[in-house]
């Protein structure tokens, strides 16, 4: 097995400082202790009239919530699903849970209901908090939730209090403040109970393979994870936040429940995607991360700006003139485009991590193209003589509820959490991520070839939102293309045309040329065997809801080839 590129580096002594920092330490405590410290600070922004709530108007809204679940009644060790967008009282309703003894597991919004319905069931939730707007997805399959004993709804005005299975939000507000008057406290008894091995969160995996899988995060695991990170990002209460991505996926927790606690930042709330542009303005973010389609649309956008402009006023229109840490991940992010904002002098630096281990490295301060940086302090890394990143720290999660063997086949006896992920280190220690195990081709020269890096390539063309590429057990290469609408009806209106739709569009003879080229300067650098031979563009996008995208927007492989058999097996007949 090789061994990391750490020698001059102690692992064990990193690792033995953050344990040190952590012990005996919740992140009901440190909550506790930033509220009383930041106590007239923001917590939270959101809005666009400027809406707010303090550390101590924070922390008083947990508390009254923590008292009116134990009055619900809530037995300690029980799951609460959260279904909600990025709203003030999803990050209440997360730190009430634990104080009150139990788990939360928060769920991406865009799930459908089924899928809701299957993680609700998995986890044997005892309640719910879902937004209004969202209540019909568990509400369609509640005869099949016998373990659910009620859903606390936010977002609306009326109350729910008499409605047996319902009750507002504002009801268990309610309860909670008469249940405080009669104790005359509560949440620091409560706070007392809750112990670091306790689990601090069920975060349930995207599923790009199969069911999702619900991974165990105890206090312990997220405050070493977080300690670890912290090393290099340096938070502060100066620093500002853009919560805009699903809060269920593993950034949602570091940027808005964990890091926030831990560390006083302020915490602006995008509840709208669309939002997102006028919120980055409002909130000037210090640290904003972001996958690589969200730094494409924002390349777009400075595309779009008339020429000439200053960089520092480019930075300024997108929000990002006070941006210190501009972060990636997700995905592998194109040298063009990471060279396009380096340019403008904003250093996006790239983050490798997995829900099971949170962030593992980070390329901070080593601007190498097509690396994700060494591990973070503390966390151990090492290469499997098939390729395989191995890593072992601190932050590595327990395993999987209720699944032991696929815990069992995650970690092995000594702590190493097998990532299937395929990597490779240089001289200096840091990563190259070169795809993942599962998803490898055999070229026919019999080489082993990950059509990731490859995705990557064609979507740094601005008119291919997505490309899957397809060819294991095949002869040759080809890829399914699906073009962003707005930057092709950019194009389109560019040159005088009139289109009613993507299919129209998908005959134009100048589009085909252009695709035609963008296809070529991939080829031209990567192997022969490497090489795409033809690709098929596709008239309709690719979503969450059609199943080609999970809720972190990576693709589901086995879907779309499935979904699109006739257009791939045409491709090679034609061929």
Known sequence: MQETVTRCRDIAAERASLEA????????????????????RDALRWGTHGEGMSWGEFYESVGHFALGLEAFPFPRGSFVVLLTHNRPEHLIAHHAVLHAGGTPVTLYDALAAGQAAQITRHCDAALAVVEESLLPKLLEHRSDLPGLRGVIVVGEERSHAREGWLLGWADVLAIG???????????????????PNDLAALVYTSGTSGPPKGVMVTHRSALCGMASFQRLACWGPEDRLVSYLPLAHLSGHISAFWGPALYGTTTHLCTDLSHLPAVMVQARPTFFFGPPGVWEALRAAVGALPPGVPHSEVLGRLGLDQCRLPV???????????????????????????????????????????????????????????GELLVRSGGVAPGYYRDPERTAAAIDPEGWLHTEDLAEADEDGSYRILGRRKELFITPLGRNLSPVNLESRLKAHPLIQEAAVVGDGRPWLTALLVLDAGAAAAWAADRGLEVAAARELGRNADLSSELDRAVERVNAEVADDEQIRGYTLLHAPWTIETGELTPTLKIRRSVICEKYADDIEAMYQTR
């Open 177 to 195: 403040r008469a249940e405080q008057r009669r104790r005359g406290g509560g949440l620091q008894q409560l706070a007392a109970k809750v112990r």
């Open 328 to 386: 990636t991940a997700a995905a592998p992010m194109g040298p063009e485009l990471l060279a396009s904002f380096h340019d403008l002098g904003l250093d996006v630096s790239e983050i490798w991590g997995m829900t099971e281990c949170g962030v593992g490295t980070w390329s901070l301060g080593r601007m190498r193209t097509g690396t994700v940086g060494p591990t973070l302090p503390g966390v151990e890394a090492r290469i499997a003589p098939d």
């Open 21 to 40: 920092e952590i012990e005996g330490r919740t992140l009901c405590g440190a909550l506790a202790e930033t509220a009383t410290r930041l106590a007239g």
